[in-house]
């Protein structure tokens, strides 16, 4: 979360991606910063799984990944 407000206080637009295990301490770090940061979560857990499982995730997540950079 800081390097991603770091990002946008640079004017580099930036986007959080995390599982959605970690929505609630996001909200914690953007209350806690003062700064709204785009944030995308993904399907919980991450770390067991395939490559091809993490490929369909991103593909999952791609569209609004790109809609969140974009705004």
Known sequence: MHDITDLEVRGIPGVMVAS????????SQVATLGM?????????????????????????AIEELVAAISA
Do not use: G
């Open 20 to 27: 959605t295990e970690f929505i609630t301490a996001a909200d």
């Open 36 to 60: 709204e940061v785009r944030r995308v979560f993904v399907q919980h857990p991450i770390q067991d799984r395939t490559d091809e499982e993490m490929q369909a995730l991103a593909e999952t």
